[in-house]
Structure formats: C-alpha cells, structure tokens
C-alpha cells in the first residue's frame, strides 16, 4: 500500500539550474497539494489541483510551475532554482477533508 | 489570508502527563480542521480530522476539540509516553478543495 510516494528524497542543485520533483498517489485521490516546509514557518502551500486538468496557485507560487495530465502524478517543476527555494517539499493528496503526505525531498540549491 | 498560531513552540514534559497544545486561526470560516504529527526528518501523519460542525474528536489518548466562532481548537494528550515526542502540527481547512493553512507546530519531548 504505497500511499503517496516523492522522488528524490534529496537533491543538491546549483543556481539556475532546473529540476522536476515527482508525485505520485495510488488511492484515487482527486485533490493533490506541493507544499514547501522552512524552519519555524510551518508549511506553505505553492500549488494545488482539483484533479486532472486543473491546477491552481497557493500561497507561494513563484518560481514553481505543475501540471496534472493524470489523477495520479503531480510534479513540480523548479525552472530555474534560487537559495531561496532551499527547503523541504511535501507532496499530499486528499479525498474527504483528510491529507495524506508523502516523505518529502529535500532540496538544497548552492 | 488565513493566519494559524501555534502555542506554545516548544514543551518538555515528564512522561505521564497530561499536555494541553493549543492553536488559533484568524479565519472562522473554515470547512474543518486536522490535527498532524510529524518526527524529525518525515512526512506527516494525521492523527484527528474534526468537521466544522462538530465540537471534538478523540482518538485513544488524543482529544482535539473545535470552537470555530473564537477561532481556537485545542489538542489534548492523556498520559503522555517517550514516544510521542514529535512536532504537532495544527491546519485549519479553508473551503471544499482540501486546501488547509498551516501553523509553525509544537515541538513536543516527553523524558523517561
């Protein structure tokens, strides 16, 4: 019973270098969520979707762009990375008001 | 924009204790509420989902209890163990897609 699984679990890049994070989900779900999580700042949502085909903007969108082609995959892409946008990046999905998170990718950008 | 403040940010507690961990939002227009846990260095987990029209859930040692209208739940841990040391994380849900907000979280440590 996978859940929600992301790759890669970690990943170092150098500025202005670009990179696709990957989400995928087996239970169905309609809705998926990218969240980044930073010290003391809890997590912030960048982008969501209401299922396949459709995909909208959170709290910090920039410098993130999705796609939802299928009910299950939902990448991110980076297009071009920032130090800013070291962070830990946290896929979930959901169905009845009730999230499932994957493990997370730890992104660091030099 | 929905604001969600977690008190306190950090506790350390003797095992056997009661702990009460508290969160308040901005916006009392929300669809529900989810209580999470998350260990060093992992996802989270969900551990009580309360629907807006309801005052409290429970889940074993766990009670989470709703007041929309002040903007405030709370969550109550019975007889706390060394085991549930972890971060807890409080997300009020905003509207029918599933979108929740986000507090900074309790980093709860029990001591054996």
């Known amino acids: 019973n996978a859940g929600v699984t992301q790759t890669p679990k970690f990943q170092v890049l150098k500025t202005g270098q670009s990179m696709t994070l990957q989400c995928a989900q087996d239970?169905?779900?309609?809705?998926m969520s990218w969240y980044r999580q930073d010290p003391g700042m809890g997590l912030r949502l960048i982008h969501y979707s209401v299922g396949a085909g459709i995909t909208d903007q959170g709290e910090v969108p920039n410098g993130y762009n999705v796609s939802r082609s299928t009910t299950e995959d939902f990448p991110l892409r980076l297009l071009s990375a920032a130090p800013s946008q070291t962070s830990v990046y946290f896929c979930a999905s959901s169905q009845g008001g009730i999230q499932y998170f994957g493990a997370g990718t730890r992104l660091s950008v030099l | 924009k929905q604001e969600v403040t977690q008190i306190p940010a950090a506790l350390s507690v003797p095992e056997g204790e009661n702990l009460v961990l508290n969160c308040s939002f901005t916006d009392s227009a929300i669809y529900n509420l989810q209580w999470f846990r998350q260990d060093p260095g992992k996802g989270l987990t969900s551990l009580l989902l309360i629907q807006s029209s309801q005052r409290e859930q429970t889940s074993g040692r766990l009670n989470a209890s709703l007041d929309k209208s002040s903007g405030r739940s709370t969550l109550y841990i019975a007889a706390s163990q060394p085991g549930d040391s972890a971060t807890y994380l409080c997300?009020?849900?905003?509207?029918?897609?599933?979108?929740?907000?986000f507090g900074s979280g309790t980093k709860l440590n029990v001591k054996p």
């Open positions: 997300a009020p849900g905003g509207d029918n897609f599933n979108k929740f907000y």
């Open positions: 239970m169905n779900h309609e809705y």
